[in-house]
Nanobody, 120 residues
Framework: QVQLVESGGGLVQPGGSLRLSCAAS????????MGWYRQAPGKQRELVAT???????NYADSVKGRFTISRDHAKNTMYLQMNSLKPEDTAVYYC??????????????WGQGTQVTVSS
């Protein structure tokens, strides 16, 4: 079994910062691309940022220049540094990983989500 667990969400004022973490554990053979997605109430889940196994990154236009995605291969952990937060960033943030397990099956795994609320 492979598990992804997010942490670091919370309530922050506009203009503030948060750092999300996503720790992968279990029967992991290789972690390929990873990414952060978010879903606001009444809206569809949307891509926030992705990072490949070699560190190439991609961001949604709405977060470019404010958010930074990174990963620590040794710890099987991905991060999202969020600065200059806006009320419209309020959402449940989900971690995604394309992972090959010890059975050599590759598939997408999702975390349970962490709430980020930006409000004064």
């Amino acid at each position: 079994q492979v598990q992804l667990v997010e942490s670091g969400g919370g309530l922050v004022q506009p203009g503030g910062s948060l750092r999300l973490s996503c720790a992968a554990s279990g029967s992991i053979f290789t972690i390929y691309a990873m990414g952060w997605y978010r879903q606001a109430p009444g809206k569809q889940r949307e891509l926030v940022a992705t990072i490949t196994i070699d560190g190439s990154t991609n961001y949604a236009d709405s977060v470019k220049g404010r958010f930074t995605i990174s990963r620590d291969h040794a710890k099987n952990t991905m991060y999202l540094q969020m600065n200059s937060l806006k009320p419209e960033d309020t959402a449940v943030y989900y971690c995604n990983g394309h992972i090959r397990n010890y059975d050599l099956e590759s598939r997408d795994y999702w975390g349970q989500g962490t709430q980020v609320t930006v409000s004064s």
